[in-house]
């Protein structure tokens, strides 16, 4: 059983920088897709950013591009999501996900294709 723990949310101020980490054990972290979602308050889950197994591929919704980073270190067991340029707008909850194998570029985004989440960490960006 795949077991993810992530860390690194936190309070930081419009434009600042925040690097989320997500740590897996339980299984074969390198043979699996990531993806990081995110919630907010009475809203839905919603995709941010994807990587495949070998970090060669890579995800971003459109409200994120060219201000976050996903990457993963495999020899480590972790992945990671550099953002930066926050906005107000980028509070919420945020989750790593995995699952084995190889997804299509479509199935990234979806909260379907992916069989093990974490208990996700708290960013809050303040105006």
């Known amino acids: 059983q795949v077991h993810l723990v992530e860390s690194g949310g936190g309070l930081v101020q419009a434009g600042g920088s925040l690097k989320l980490s997500c740590a897996a054990s339980?299984?074969?972290?390198?043979?699996?897709?990531m993806g990081w979602f995110r919630q907010a308050p009475g809203k839905e889950r919603e995709f941010v950013a994807g990587i495949s197994w070998s970090g060669s591929t890579t995800y971003y919704a459109d409200s994120v591009k060219g201000r976050f980073t996903i990457s993963r270190d495999n020899a480590k067991n972790t992945g990671y999501l550099q953002m930066d340029s926050l906005k107000p707008d980028d509070t919420a909850v945020y989750y790593c996900?995995?699952?084995?194998?190889?997804?299509?570029?479509?199935?990234?985004?979806?909260?379907?294709?992916?069989?093990?989440w974490g208990q996700g960490t708290q960013v809050t960006v303040s105006s």
């Open positions: 996900a995995l699952v084995r194998g190889y997804l299509v570029a479509s199935s990234y985004s979806r909260k379907s294709s992916y069989d093990y």
């Open positions: 339980g299984g074969t972290f390198s043979t699996c897709v």
